[in-house]
C-alpha cells in the first residue's frame, strides 16, 4: 500500500484507519441493534432489559473511552508530522475526531448520568420511564456515529494515494528503465 503522507509515523496512520471503523462497528452493534432488540426478547421485563442495558452501555463507553484516547494521540502524532510536511485533509481529519471526541463526553459525562437517574426511579417503581433524556443520547449517537464515517472517508482520502496515481507511478518507471 502506497500512503500519501509516508512521512507521518505508521501506526498513527493505521489507528486513524482502524480506530474509527470499529468504533462505527461497536456503535451499530451495541446502539442500533443490540439496544432497541434488547426489549423484544421474550421473557425480558423493564427491569431486566434496564439493567443489561446499564451493563452493556458502561462497558461499550469504556471502550469508546480507550479508543478515543489512542485516536486523539494518533491524531497528535499526525499533527506532529502535519507542521512539517502537510497531511491531505488532516483540518477535516483533525475536526471529525473533535467532534467525536466531544460527542463522547457529551454522553458518557453528561446524558448517561442523568438516564442513570431516569433508570434508578424506573427500578424503583417512581417513574414508568420514556423521558427524552433517551432521544438525547440517540441524537448524539448519530451524530457521533457521522463524524466517525466521515472521520474514516476522510483519512482514507488523506492517507492513501488515490490508486491511478500509484499506477502511473510504477507505469513510469517501468518505461524510464533502460532495456538491454
Known amino acids: 500500500m502506497i500512503t500519501a503522507a509516508t512521512h507521518a509515523p505508521r501506526w498513527a496512520r493505521a489507528m486513524m484507519l482502524i480506530l474509527p471503523a470499529i468504533w462505527i462497528g461497536l456503535i451499530i452493534g451495541i446502539s442500533f441493534i443490540e439496544a432497541p432488540l434488547k426489549f423484544t426478547a421474550p421473557g425480558i421485563t423493564i427491569p431486566l432489559g ?5 451493563r452493556v ?52 459525562a453528561i446524558i448517561r448520568p442523568l438516564l442513570e437517574v431516569e433508570t434508578d426511579a424506573v427500578l424503583a417503581g417512581t417513574s414508568e ?14 451524530i457521533l456515529f ?10 482514507v482520502r ?8 500509484a499506477d502511473d507511478a510504477d507505469h513510469l518507471t517501468e518505461q524510464s528503465a533502460p532495456r538491454h
Open 158 to 165: 488523506g492517507v492513501l494515494l488515490p490508486t491511478h496515481i
Open 129 to 142: 420511564g420514556g423521558s427524552p433524556t433517551h432521544y438525547y443520547y440517540i441524537g448524539v449517537e448519530v
Open 50 to 54: 434496564l439493567g443489561i442495558g446499564r
Open 57 to 108: 452501555f458502561l462497558a461499550m463507553n469504556i471502550v469508546e473511552v480507550v479508543l478515543a484516547i489512542i485516536l486523539l494521540t494518533a491524531l497528535i502524532s499526525l499533527w506532529r508530522s502535519n507542521k512539517a510536511v502537510a497531511i491531505t485533509n488532516f483540518n477535516a481529519m483533525r475536526l471529525y475526531t473533535f467532534i467525536a471526541g466531544a460527542m463522547l463526553v457529551l454522553k458518557t
Open 146 to 155: 457521522i463524524a466517525l464515517v466521515l472521520l474514516a472517508i476522510t483519512v
